[in-house]
């Protein structure tokens, strides 16, 4: 347990099965027995099954592939975000694009509205870093510009030589 | 209260050596042609009423004048800056001077202990 929270807190972003993903972890999180989907299936009728169980099609129903740590019997889904999903579509949960007793993807919490989006990116990375490095260059070249142009005028002098009554202060010129 | 020693209100003469050692031609003392009542007037900050008000005045005035186009008192500033830089100057020189002087004075005395 500790391990996995030391884990959580170094490394926030986790790539599971190939999908990023946000570790969230609630110290106060709630887990129900029965949310535990079955064991993976190995036969045809348990595959037909498991398909009925979760409401797809048995040709749409595809388990993760079993390595000991999978998710059982879990179908797996296509991974949409939710920012990609249609706005207009007459969901039965508009708020969520969701429709009843619709089989969910395990990475769901962290791609709705308001998290991670999968949608194809507009701008490579590389144009992205240099459009930032560009705007950020410009403002430092602005501020070096104004605040560091007096290079010449860093030697030592006296304190400012004040008018007073009586004081005389000379120049470095000769009288003549 | 503590704030201003008299100390500090009559201090003595700007040079600690004797400004005019080592110039056989003597040296030409710095003047202004204003009066303090003209700077009076103006109300020129205590911390500007060094050798440059000339200047300062000619371009306070040249501002009050042209307000609000004041770029064209572009000359008036530059002499004022000017004058400022050539302030500058002086008072680097006789930093340096200052400290050569000092420098000889403590190899002088090193050179009697001895």
Redesign the interface.
Known sequence: MAALLKKSLLHPVLRNNGVARLQFVRLAGYWNKDWKPGPYPKTDAERIAAAKKYGMLPQDYEPYPDDGLGYGDYPKLPLISNDMKDPLYNWDMPDLKRNYGEPIHTQYDAYVEERLSNARIQYTPMYMLSRFLGIMGAFLAVHLLFEYNDWY?K?????????KEG?????????? | MGSVSAKSLEDGSDYKHDPLEGFPNGRKPREIKTTLEEMESARIPLDKRDYCVDYLMKYLGCRSEKYPWVYRCHHEKHEYLHCQYEDYLIRMKEFERNRRLEERAAKNNHHELL
């Open positions: 005028l030697h030592p002098w006296t304190p400012p030589q004040l008018l004081k005389t202060h000379y120049t470095f010129e000769p009288l003549d």
